[in-house]
Every structure is written in structure tokens, then in C-alpha cells.
């Protein structure tokens, strides 16, 4: 199974590294990306999904996005995949540069540098949200900002570093950290929680054992050095962070993370969803301890 499990890994990867080589469009993303791979490995979507979050954590790619979601607008978001290796973020680099220059003139009737249009617009980049100007500034922005990770980290994107990685992941028979979609499921185990788990949930869901195995905190860790604001937003907003002290450590930790937006380039780029992800916890804070007043 875990044999298996890693081919596919393995798979994937391969196929994301060929197209940002050599394919049409250079960089795959979930539009399409998604349904080939469930044909070609005969999964559901949310398997494709833990899969790339995977390889994520493994650092065998990056996950760009190039379109962010808008329920107002019924928007749907967009990501896009890179291998994790500068050679081939490189030649990523390139292609992004031109598609952004050549989408900068055909929409602003200018004809600018990549280096001066990323400068210009870099804080505008949601008013050109899903167009193709808005596509190529993102794509542009993130593989520079990866590439400089990579600089700063090299011994942790080598293939010796991944394989490593990719082999003790599931070498154990041991669940691995959840991935965004993993959390959410609604999968109910035949197992009932022990009465001493802190983390009762009826359906005994993913999150409730990973809460209970790792501690709130610890996850709540992961998530933020993975970027991953909305997947905490999601579940606060669903109830399955809802104790005060994981509340106050989460608000804690953003209101630490906006001061070190000048030492961290890719944090600056999610801003908005850091300021948004505190007022909803402080929200939350709010409303249990005036609940707390009342009962007491």
C-alpha cells in the first residue's frame, strides 16, 4: 500500500517536473491538472488533492495561486504546480516573464520589463484576479520568491533530502499530518474516541484525532508555515477550533507573523488573509468570554 502510495507520489511529481520543461503551457494547473491525474491513477479528486499537498510538504513542488476565489462572483480558485528545483524554476521564470509582458501590453497598451511591471502592480494584484495580466503577475512573483527559498534552503529541496522524506513519510504505519482536504472530510471511523480525548467530535472526524494526537498548536505551527491561512479559517469557521486557549494562540501568533512581513517576502504576499484570519479570532475570542461572563 505505502509502496504504492509513494509511485504515485513519484508519478505526479515526474509528470509536473515534464510539463514546466517541456509542456505548452509550462505550468499545470487544477482546471485540468486534476482530472488527468484521477484518470491516469484511477482516484478520486481529493486523493489528487492530498497527493500535491504531499508533495508539498515533502518539497518536491510549490503550489502557486493563480487565481483566488470568490464566492461573491461564484469564482472558483485556481493553483498552479512547479517543481521544487531551480533549473526548472528557471526556465519556469522565463516563460512567466514573457506571458507577463506580453499580457501587460495587450491589456495596459504598454510595453514595460517583467521587473518594472511586477514592481508596478505587485500590490494591485487583486483588481486583474482571474485575467490573464493577473495570472502572469502571480505566477512571476511566486517562482521569484521560491527561487530565493531554494537559495536560502538548499540542502532541504536535494533529492537526497526529498527521497528521505518521501520514504519515512510512509515507512511507518502511522497517519501523516493532514492535508487541507484530509481535514474535512466527513469520513466516520468505526472506532469510537476515547472519553479523555480534549477534542470531542460526534463524527470522529480527521481533525479531531489529529488535535488529540498533536495538540492544536502544533498543527496550528504547520499550517502557518505552510501559508495555509484559509485552511485555519475553515476550521474556525466550522467549529472544529473552538476552545479559547487555541483561539488566543492562534490570534497571538498572526498578530507575531504582521511583524515579520519585512523578513519574509511570501507572508507579505498574504497580508490580507492574515489581517482578515485575526479579527475573525479575535471575533471568536470575543463571543466566548462574554459567554464565560455570563456563566459565571
Do not use: C
Request: charged letters at 30%; aromatic letters at 10%; glycine letters at 2%.
Amino acid at each position: 500500500m505505502a509502496v504504492t502510495r509513494v509511485k504515485i507520489l513519484q508519478d505526479i511529481a515526474n509528470l509536473i517536473k515534464e510539463e514546466n520543461l517541456r509542456g505548452k503551457e509550462r505550468i499545470p494547473t487544477s482546471e485540468t491538472f486534476i482530472k488527468k491525474m484521477m484518470n491516469l491513477h484511477s482516484k478520486t479528486a481529493e486523493e489528487i488533492f492530498t497527493f500535491l499537498d504531499n508533495l508539498k510538504e515533502l518539497h518536491f513542488i510549490f503550489i502557486i495561486s493563480l487565481v483566488q476565489p470568490d464566492q461573491d462572483l461564484y469564482l472558483e480558485g485556481v493553483d498552479g504546480y512547479v517543481y521544487a528545483d531551480v533549473s526548472v524554476l528557471n526556465e519556469v521564470k522565463h516563460n512567466s516573464e514573457q506571458k507577463l509582458v506580453t499580457a501587460y501590453e495587450n491589456t495596459l497598451y504598454k510595453r514595460k520589463s517583467a521587473f518594472q511591471i511586477t514592481r508596478e502592480l505587485f500590490n494591485k494584484v487583486k483588481e486583474y484576479n482571474n485575467t490573464e495580466l493577473g495570472r502572469a503577475l502571480n505566477e512571476t512573483v511566486m517562482i521569484e520568491d521560491y527561487l530565493r527559498i531554494i537559495a536560502s534552503n538548499a540542502f532541504e529541496y536535494s533529492d537526497s533530502y526529498r527521497k528521505e522524506k518521501l520514504y519515512k513519510l510512509f515507512k511507518e504505519d502511522e497517519p501523516a499530518l493532514l492535508s487541507h482536504h484530509e481535514m474535512f472530510s466527513d469520513e466516520e471511523s468505526s472506532q469510537h474516541a476515547p472519553e479523555k480525548q480534549r477534542y470531542f467530535d460526534p463524527s470522529n472526524s480527521k481533525w479531531a484525532k489529529a488535535a488529540n494526537q498533536f495538540s492544536v498548536p502544533f498543527l496550528i505551527k504547520i499550517h502557518f508555515r505552510k501559508y495555509e491561512f484559509d485552511v485555519v479559517k475553515k476550521l474556525i469557521n466550522t467549529s472544529k477550533i473552538s476552545m479559547l486557549e487555541d483561539l488566543i494562540f492562534i490570534r497571538n501568533t498572526l498578530k507575531f507573523l504582521e511583524t515579520q512581513l519585512d523578513k519574509d517576502i511570501i507572508l507579505k504576499y498574504h497580508i490580507d488573509k492574515i489581517i482578515e484570519l485575526r479579527r475573525i479570532t479575535q471575533g471568536k475570542i470575543n463571543i466566548l468570554r462574554k459567554v464565560q461572563q455570563v456563566s459565571g
